[in-house]
């Protein structure tokens, strides 16, 4: 039997939670999932096999740092992205809007697109969201994300606005493009992201425009920029409920691991965050606790695993002791273990917010973890 194209079904909710599975032909995605970032084809200082081992079952590549280095052509020519990193299971690439407008220090955004200079060479290019799509096809993507703008945090009801505007004309070229794809939309999946800021009125003309185009799936985008996570969570509090309730629906850039039980709390099936990677490697773990400095000088005879609640490999074998003088040492190994532990613990809080919504009892979950968890 064909693995399907795309299908998405949810098993059980408890309140707005919900828990189910997306099927595509590179295999299954249990949702509310957790895609680890790939940046650059390599989630980093992780082996793929490390990342499966960890319960990901998804991970996320990007767009942007991916047609500057080492190429989108290139990359067609060697295969595709999957063979080229050794990652068989499904990959989301995000379409890449974000990273121009953050990380290029000379852009132009118009009707067309966005003309940026390479933060790498200073190279100039052009991303459109017909460029997007044809980068993501390249690239042999499973779910592709629509190009947007992603809305500045602070700007105001006219600027929200009319960047909403635009991405959803940008969203409805998107589906343009990618239907005219050949083979590859056949394959993939095409997600929409709704905009519009913090603003209730904004967020539902997106969401409207966006179900009137048709999705495989819905994001949210243009949070967790820097709005707080009370300012967040109110959004959250209405955007997730606009989008169809038989689609998945996608967080974006989210988060700390209280993000994501809120979240859950409010309909969001998927999320994606650099934060146990890059956290990883400067030092940081996430425990049932709360985040640890395994910098902290009274750790350096602390025989205790990062974790005592975690059954990952890195606590089964080593202790805070050893991990703080990898770390302080700059040894690579300090990197690789730290970052392995927190790939394990977000992966393993995605299982037991699954398991407690098919048990129906998230709510006591939820507040058990916030119990435990202390942020600070």
Same mark, same amino acid.
């Given at each position: 039997?064909?693995?399907?194209?795309?299908?998405?079904?949810?098993?059980?909710?408890?309140?707005?939670?919900?828990?189910?599975?997306?099927?595509?032909?590179?295999?299954?995605?249990?949702?509310?999932?957790?895609?680890?970032?790939?940046?650059?084809?390599?989630?980093?200082?992780?082996?793929?096999?490390?990342?499966?081992?960890?319960?990901?079952?998804?991970?996320?590549?990007?767009?942007?740092?991916?047609?500057?280095?080492?190429?989108?052509?290139?990359?067609?020519?060697?295969?595709?992205?999957?063979?080229?990193?050794?990652?068989?299971?499904?990959?989301?690439?995000?379409?890449?809007?974000?990273?121009?407008?953050?990380?290029?220090?000379?852009?132009?955004?118009?009707?067309?697109?966005?003309?940026?200079?390479?933060?790498?060479?200073?190279?100039?290019?052009?991303?459109?969201?017909?460029?997007?799509?044809?980068?993501?096809?390249?690239?042999?993507?499973?779910?592709?994300?629509?190009?947007?703008?992603?809305?500045?945090?602070?700007?105001?009801?006219?600027?929200?606005?009319?960047?909403?505007?635009?991405?959803?004309?940008?969203?409805?070229?998107?589906?343009? $493009? *990618?239907?005219?794809? @050949?083979?590859?939309?056949? !394959?993939? /999946?095409? &997600?929409?992201?709704? +905009?519009?800021? =913090? #603003?209730?009125?904004?967020?539902?003309?997106?969401?409207?425009?966006?179900?009137?185009?048709?999705?495989?799936?819905?994001?949210?985008?243009?949070?967790?920029?820097?709005?707080?996570?009370?300012?967040?969570?109110?959004?959250?509090?209405?955007?997730?409920?606009?989008?169809?309730?038989?689609?998945?629906?996608?967080?974006?850039?989210?988060?700390?691991?209280?993000?994501?039980?809120?979240?859950?709390?409010?309909?969001?099936?998927?999320?994606?965050?650099?934060?146990?990677?890059?956290?990883?490697?400067?030092?940081? $773990? *996430?425990?049932?606790? @709360?985040?640890?400095?395994? !910098?902290? /000088?009274? &750790?350096?005879?602390? +025989?205790?695993? =990062? #974790?005592?609640?975690?059954?990952?490999?890195?606590?089964?074998?080593?202790?805070?002791?050893?991990?703080?003088?990898?770390?302080?040492?700059?040894?690579?190994?300090?990197?690789?273990?730290?970052?392995?532990?927190?790939?394990?613990?977000?992966?393993?809080?995605?299982?037991?917010?699954?398991?407690?919504?098919?048990?129906?009892?998230?709510?006591?979950?939820?507040?058990?973890?916030?119990?435990?968890?202390?942020?600070?």
């Amino acid at each position: 039997m064909t693995a399907p194209r795309f299908s998405f079904s949810i098993a059980a909710t408890d309140g707005k939670a919900r828990t189910g599975t997306i099927a595509m032909r590179r295999g299954d995605i249990r949702t509310p999932a957790f895609m680890p970032v790939g940046t650059a084809a390599t989630v980093k200082a992780m082996r793929p096999a490390e990342v499966r081992a960890s319960g990901a079952d998804i991970i996320l590549g990007n767009t942007y740092h991916l047609m500057l280095r080492p190429g989108a052509e290139r990359m067609a020519r060697l295969g595709g992205l999957h063979g080229f990193m050794a990652w068989d299971r499904p990959i989301l690439t995000d379409s890449g809007g974000y990273q121009v407008m953050s990380l290029s220090a000379l852009t132009r955004i118009s009707e067309q697109g966005v003309a940026f200079s390479s933060h790498i060479d200073g190279s100039k290019h052009m991303l459109s969201p017909e460029r997007s799509m044809e980068i993501q096809r390249l690239l042999d993507s499973d779910i592709v994300m629509a190009f947007d703008e992603c809305t500045k945090n602070g700007c105001t009801h006219d600027e929200a606005g009319r960047s909403m505007e635009r991405s959803m004309r940008w969203a409805r070229r998107s589906r343009e $493009a *990618f239907d005219a794809g @050949g083979d590859h939309a056949h !394959r993939a /999946a095409l &997600f929409g992201i709704q +905009q519009g800021s =913090l #603003d209730e009125g904004l967020r539902r003309e997106s969401a409207e425009r966006l179900i009137e185009i048709g999705f495989d799936g819905y994001a949210v985008g243009g949070l967790a920029v820097g709005e707080g996570q009370a300012a967040m969570f109110a959004t959250l509090d209405f955007a997730p409920d606009m989008l169809p309730v038989d689609r998945p629906r996608y967080l974006m850039g989210v988060g700390k691991p209280d993000d994501i039980v809120g979240a859950v709390e409010r309909g969001i099936d998927m999320f994606d965050c650099v934060l146990p990677t890059r956290s990883g490697r400067n030092g940081q $773990a *996430f425990t049932s606790a @709360g985040p640890l400095n395994i !910098r902290n /000088a009274r &750790f350096a005879e602390d +025989q205790a695993p =990062l #974790d005592p609640r975690c059954g990952c490999p890195v606590c089964a074998t080593w202790s805070r002791a050893y991990l703080h003088h990898l770390v302080r040492a700059g040894e690579m190994l300090g990197a690789m273990l730290m970052t392995q532990h927190n790939i394990h613990f977000y992966q393993d809080l995605m299982l037991a917010i699954r398991t407690s919504i098919v048990e129906q009892r998230f709510a006591a979950f939820a507040a058990d973890f916030r119990r435990d968890y202390q942020r600070a």
